[in-house]
């Protein structure tokens, strides 16, 4: 076994075990830093990848911007928490149940498409190719279903912000 595949196992273990204890801790900061630390993690994977370009966005973007937007926003909001709420669902188990539902649909539905099973192609000697990289995420036969995707979930991650944002009116 290389060195790099050793990293790639210690950051893959670390990263599924911080994605694990974002959704199941109890506290929404201790949350929040579980989330850097899969950002973190999956920077280093782009970075083993030899994807400078995905490394730096994921580093800069998600864990410099939105992550600490989310700090912020905890930080902020913290007096509407109230402690005799229940934070977490009754019904874990449907969601769970339904979650990978959801993932073996995807997987068997994508496993048709020819691209799904090609591995990933290796850095030019000279480095990225962005130009190559922006025509790939806006080609029907390259990476657009997923960036549409990607485009989907962050629709409806800003419509659960709002609605979460939204003041409950009483009854």
Excluded: C
């Amino acid at each position: 076994m290389t060195i790099m595949q050793i990293i790639f196992l210690i950051t893959a273990s670390v990263t599924l075990f911080a994605a694990l204890m974002v959704v199941s801790t109890r506290k929404m900061m201790h949350a929040a830093m579980w989330l850097i630390l899969v950002l973190f993690g999956v920077t280093i994977t782009f970075a083993l990848l030899e994807t400078r370009f995905f490394a730096i966005v994921q580093l800069v973007i998600y864990i410099g911007a939105i992550a600490i937007l989310i700090i912020f926003a905890v930080m902020l909001t913290r007096r509407s928490m109230n402690a005799d709420v229940p934070q977490v669902n009754r019904n874990w188990w449907l969601v769970m149940v339904s979650s990978l539902a959801l993932f073996v649909g995807l997987v068997t539905v994508m496993s048709v498409w020819e691209g799904f099973f090609v591995t990933a192609r290796t850095a030019p000697p000279g480095g990225e190719n962005l130009v190559q990289l922006g025509t790939a995420l806006v080609d029907p036969n390259g990476f657009v279903l997923p960036f549409e995707v990607a485009s989907l979930v962050l629709l409806a991650a800003m419509v659960g912000a709002i609605y979460v944002a939204a003041e409950r009116k009483e009854k």
